[in-house]
């Protein structure tokens, strides 16, 4: 297929805003629901009410941006390149990156989920000794993602009927499961605390902590599903953004819900713990299933029925999230291809189905291969939530530069108070990843640096005036250098240096791979991308040093403890903010958006 004849072949547009709302929707009610209620509760007790209702309100704050970025750019891929408007092509791809590693990983995340429930009537596929896929196991989650992929590859019109039912027996199931709960088996003295221990029995910290581990955050990521499929929208500038949002509060109410019919339900004894030890319930054989051991615990013919269906639940759920997050890692490589981050054969649509059907291909490839080397769902759940809450530092500071750079841009969702959304943006993305805890935020900031070269090796070498052999010597050098230390820091080669020396000896080191990079391009082509990217190196150092010294590090006694640490990387935050802001400047293709309107793909 030439080139000429590939510009011809566009995506189709066919979905509506009930098809946005539904991919929304369908992306944050998934795996999540069925082992985030065990997980809250154990790490927080009753108190994980609160978490589930913190984290809604900060997600809030970032969908009102990110539907502003829908309209702005309905592109589908969209939110692998909004940065590149602002900041150019290095800043983006740094986050895009991240991104779509996190968008991948779920499609192992929900691989997992779906066998490891299945585990209950076919314990051949999981080994419940050592919390791993069994080969077995592993060929059939393999299996699952070539089936979505199929579905996939055959077109977005088809699918949006496919993911219409997912979606209603969503609503139906959890629905179903909180009436008959607390219609049968409740006891709200559990769910305001009258127990040992009390309403928070862990301390309030955890309540902001336990956000990521627990699963509450990875719950609510799938928000932005109907801005990856914006591209493919019948009138996506006003459908993406309100179909988005709406789904957003829906699932809002349905997980706090969700969460006081599980407390209320536990009948402590059927599950071999202490009434108030919330760890133990979470470590007990509930683990696996937790809702469907909660159901037949009670004893009550109904809720035993309701837990036969739930076992049924635990496949569509976490299957129709798998389809949306292979769409959407598909769509992001296909994104970073369209501005020229990899090469031009990623970008290529199918001409019959009009699907970008090699994106698609690897993507699914990326997933089942991510799916060995983590042996628990919570693990993997983690990695990925962190990883794409990091690409989402990109929306306020994206937002705030372009109404800098290109006020008059027609913005089809205008957000209230934006000057206040914005930022609050970004600081909650920065917090969410801060309470991820210094052991994730280590290996996500070593994921994203690692990833660096990639850009380079790509098109963008020529951008950046490096010859085919500087690119090349240039990735060997930042790999091997890099990953000597990393691994020499998982392998305790600084351990002899005491427990802070050893810690500024390889972050000084970890932040002069980065810094040095950019330095080295700026000298070497006076690129605006170079200087315009110099925030994210700024960003991981300030967040690697609070990360390990505040109180979620490995410190016996944090340097900085408890709020204290909260409120330093807050305010750290939004001094990046302001810095990524005055850095931004108006790219070539935010000048050609400008001058000719959107590009139609």
């Known amino acids: 297929m030439t080139s000429s004849t590939q510009s011809q072949v566009r995506l189709r547009r066919a979905l509506t805003m009930t098809d946005y709302f539904m991919l929304a929707f369908t992306g944050m009610v998934g795996s999540g629901w069925l082992f985030a209620a065990l997980g809250a509760s154990g790490a927080m007790g009753p108190a994980s009410l609160l978490s589930w209702i913190i984290a809604g309100?900060?997600?809030?704050f970032m969908v009102f941006p990110f539907a502003e970025l829908g309209g702005l750019f309905p592109f589908s891929g969209s939110l692998a390149r909004?940065?590149?408007?602002?900041?150019?092509?290095i800043s983006n791809y740094l986050l895009a990156w991240a991104y779509t590693l996190g968008a991948i990983t779920t499609v192992s995340?929900?691989?997992?989920?779906?066998?490891?429930?299945?585990?209950?009537?076919?314990?051949?596929?999981?080994?419940?000794?050592?919390?791993?896929?069994?080969?077995?196991?592993?060929?059939?989650?393999?299996?699952?993602?070539?089936?979505?992929?199929?579905?996939?590859?055959?077109?977005?019109?088809?699918?949006?009927?496919?993911?219409?039912?997912?979606?209603?027996?969503?609503?139906?199931?959890?629905?179903?499961?909180?009436?008959l709960l607390i219609a049968l088996y409740f006891h709200p003295d559990y769910v305001i605390g009258k127990l040992p221990g009390g309403f928070a029995p862990y301390g309030y910290s955890v309540v902001f902590s336990g956000m990521i581990t627990t699963g509450i955050v990875w719950a609510y990521?799938?928000?932005?599903?109907?801005?990856?499929?914006?591209?493919?929208?019948?009138?996506?500038?006003?459908?993406?953004?309100?179909g988005t949002i709406l789904a957003l509060i829906s699932v809002i109410i349905l997980y706090i819900l969700l969460e006081i019919a599980f407390?209320?339900?536990?009948?402590?004894?059927a599950a071999g713990v202490k009434p108030g030890d919330w760890q133990s319930l979470a470590s007990s054989s509930w683990q696996a299933h937790p809702f469907a051991s909660e159901a037949m615990a009670t004893g009550i013919p109904i809720l035993m029925g309701l837990a036969v269906l739930l076992l049924i639940d635990a496949a569509i759920s976490p299957a129709g999230t798998l389809a949306v997050f292979l769409g959407t890692s598909g769509r992001n490589l296909y994104g970073m291809s369209r501005v020229g981050y990899i090469p031009e054969f990623f970008s290529r649509i199918h001409r019959k189905f009009?699907?970008?059907?090699?994106?698609?291909?690897?993507?699914?490839?990326?997933?089942?291969a991510f799916m060995a080397p983590f042996p628990t769902w919570y693990t993997i759940m983690?990695?990925?939530?962190?990883?794409?809450?990091y690409g989402y530092l990109q929306v306020g500071i994206t937002n705030h530069a372009l109404r800098k750079l290109a006020p008059d841009l027609k913005r089809p969702f205008n957000p209230p108070a934006w000057y206040v959304f914005y930022p609050l943006s970004f600081v909650v993305a920065s917090l969410l990843i801060y309470w991820s805890g210094w052991s994730y935020v280590n290996a996500i900031i070593a994921g994203v640096i690692l990833g660096f070269p990639l850009l380079l090796l790509g098109p963008y070498r020529s951008e950046i005036k490096l010859t085919r052999a500087a690119s090349v010597i240039f990735a060997v050098v930042y790999w091997v250098t890099s990953s000597l230390l990393i691994a020499g820091w998982y392998l305790n080669w600084f351990a002899s240096l005491g427990v802070i020396t050893s810690f500024a000896v390889y972050w000084t080191l970890i932040s002069l791979i980065q810094v040095l990079s950019l330095f080295y391009l700026w000298f070497k082509s006076r690129h605006p991308d170079v200087k315009a990217a110099l925030?994210?190196?700024?960003?991981?150092?300030?967040?690697?040093?609070?990360?390990?010294?505040?109180?979620?590090?490995?410190?016996?006694?944090?340097?900085?403890?408890?709020?204290?640490?909260?409120i330093t990387f807050a305010i750290l935050s939004l001094v990046v903010y302001f810095i990524a802001i005055n850095l931004a400047y108006e790219t070539k293709d935010l000048r050609q958006i400008k001058e000719k309107g959107l590009p139609i793909e």
Not at 548 to 566: A, E, F, H, R, V
Request: hydrophobic share 50%.
């Open 263 to 269: 407390i209320g339900a536990i009948n402590w004894e």
């Open 109 to 179: 995340v929900e691989a997992v989920a779906i066998v490891e429930y299945a585990s209950y009537y076919i314990p051949q596929f999981w080994n419940s000794t050592i919390g791993v896929l069994t080969p077995l196991g592993l060929a059939v989650a393999a299996l699952l993602v070539l089936v979505f992929l199929a579905i996939q590859l055959i077109g977005v019109n088809v699918y949006g009927w496919f993911n219409r039912f997912i979606t209603a027996w969503k609503i139906i199931i959890p629905g179903l499961t909180i009436i």
């Open 57 to 60: 309100v900060f997600f809030i």
């Open 354 to 368: 009009q699907t970008p059907w090699i994106a698609l291909i690897i993507a699914a490839v990326i997933g089942i």
């Open 221 to 242: 990521e799938g928000f932005r599903q109907g801005l990856e499929y914006a591209g493919e929208g019948k009138n996506p500038q006003r459908d993406a953004p309100l």
């Open 382 to 389: 983690s990695y990925s939530a962190v990883m794409t809450v």
């Open 82 to 89: 909004y940065n590149h408007y602002s900041h150019g092509t």
């Open 535 to 566: 925030w994210v190196p700024i960003y991981n150092i300030l967040l690697g040093v609070i990360s390990y010294i505040g109180s979620l590090g490995p410190l016996s006694t944090p340097l900085i403890p408890y709020p204290w640490d909260y």
